[in-house]
């Protein structure tokens, strides 16, 4: 049984990376995926976000240093089909440490290698820190596709060029050939104002294969709900929020063919 691995990143924070990686996790294990959430910012927002307690030693700090597995570092959330490798702030140091080892880029994969193949997960979503560092270029090596959350402003047309240019580059190297950018979400979508409307045509006219046509409106449930450890299908279940990313999980479901596990 394929999986496939997804990481969200984007070098510029505040852009509803995290709220998109928690809430499109969910509603794909509501639609019975069974989905793994790889929570790789120190921050740990993702894991808070979920209502997981950061605890020591349960990240994959150690297991980026060879020392025990991923398997280890499982956790269960409160919702069916959806599982966590949470974050602490030792994850930190990773930056600094991973330069030193032979094969740095390479290192996430073969630890979440042994995962993906395990035949437990039809998705993997990674949680990347606010930066295009060493974790960030790991989960790009060891992804199938990059979603990219992108807000609804003109500064976040700059940052989407130099993300993709990164994405070529690690093509070009040789570290992930086969790495593709997956699509384009939208966030933060304020329907008043011409500009949100005016950057979402201009990234549709660039790139028509990439952008979902799910658009993420910015409400304050959804900026409420990781406070409370919840994704928003839980704490605001029929708002706006929830309809987004339930439509965002039916496309990602059909783009790239995640069915129910079980299902042929």
């Not at 949100?196 to 409106?217: C, G, Y």
């Given at each position: 049984?394929?999986?496939?691995?997804?990481t969200?990143?984007?070098?510029?924070?505040?852009?509803?990376?995290?709220?998109?990686?928690?809430?499109l996790?969910?509603a794909?294990?509501?639609?019975?995926?069974?989905?793994?959430?790889?929570?790789?910012?120190?921050?740990?927002?993702?894991?808070?976000?979920?209502?997981?307690?950061k605890?020591?030693?349960?990240?994959?700090?150690?297991?980026?240093?060879?020392?025990?597995s991923?398997?280890?570092?499982?956790?269960?959330?409160?919702?069916?089909?959806?599982?966590?490798i949470?974050?602490?702030?030792?994850?930190?140091?990773?930056?600094?440490?991973?330069?030193?080892?032979e094969?740095?880029?390479?290192?996430l994969?073969?630890v979440?290698d042994?995962?993906?193949?395990?035949?437990g997960?039809?998705a993997?979503?990674?949680?990347?820190p606010p930066?295009?560092?060493?974790?960030?270029?790991?989960?790009?090596?060891?992804?199938?596709?990059?979603l990219?959350a992108?807000q609804?402003?003109?500064?976040?047309?700059?940052?989407?060029?130099?993300?993709?240019?990164?994405?070529?580059?690690?093509?070009?190297?040789g570290?992930?050939?086969t790495?593709?950018v997956?699509?384009i979400?939208?966030?933060?979508?304020?329907?008043?104002?011409?500009?949100?409307?005016?950057?979402?045509?201009?990234?549709?006219?660039?790139?028509?294969d990439?952008i979902f046509?799910?658009?993420i409106?910015?409400?304050?449930?959804?900026?409420?709900?990781?406070?409370?450890g919840?994704?928003?299908?839980?704490?605001?279940?029929?708002?706006?929020?929830a309809?987004?990313?339930?439509?965002l999980?039916?496309?990602?479901?059909?783009?790239?063919?995640?069915?129910?596990n079980?299902?042929?």
């Amino acid at each position: 049984m394929a999986c496939t691995v997804f990481t969200i990143a984007n070098q510029k924070g505040g852009v509803g990376k995290t709220t998109t990686a928690v809430n499109l996790a969910a509603a794909l294990a509501e639609r019975k995926i069974h989905t793994l959430v790889v929570d790789l910012d120190p921050q740990a927002n993702a894991t808070s976000a979920l209502g997981i307690e950061k605890q020591e030693g349960k990240s994959l700090y150690k297991p980026l240093h060879g020392e025990g597995s991923a398997f280890e570092m499982l956790t269960p959330t409160a919702w069916p089909h959806l599982a966590l490798i949470p974050s602490e702030v030792d994850l930190a140091a990773i930056e600094i440490e991973l330069a030193q080892q032979e094969n740095y880029l390479l290192r996430l994969k073969s630890v979440l290698d042994p995962l993906r193949n395990s035949g437990g997960y039809r998705a993997i979503i990674i949680d990347c820190p606010p930066a295009l560092g060493m974790l960030s270029m790991n989960s790009l090596a060891a992804a199938d596709h990059l979603l990219i959350a992108l807000q609804c402003e003109y500064m976040a047309l700059e940052g989407l060029g130099q993300i993709l240019k990164v994405v070529d580059r690690l093509k070009t190297a040789g570290v992930n050939p086969t790495l593709d950018v997956g699509g384009i979400l939208m966030t933060m979508f304020d329907s008043r104002t011409n500009l949100a409307k005016q950057v979402v045509e201009e990234v549709r006219s660039h790139l028509p294969d990439k952008i979902f046509e799910t658009v993420i409106p910015r409400t304050i449930r959804l900026s409420e709900a990781p406070s409370f450890g919840k994704p928003i299908f839980a704490y605001d279940p029929h708002g706006p929020g929830a309809t987004a990313y339930r439509a965002l999980a039916k496309e990602v479901a059909a783009r790239f063919g995640l069915k129910e596990n079980g299902a042929p």
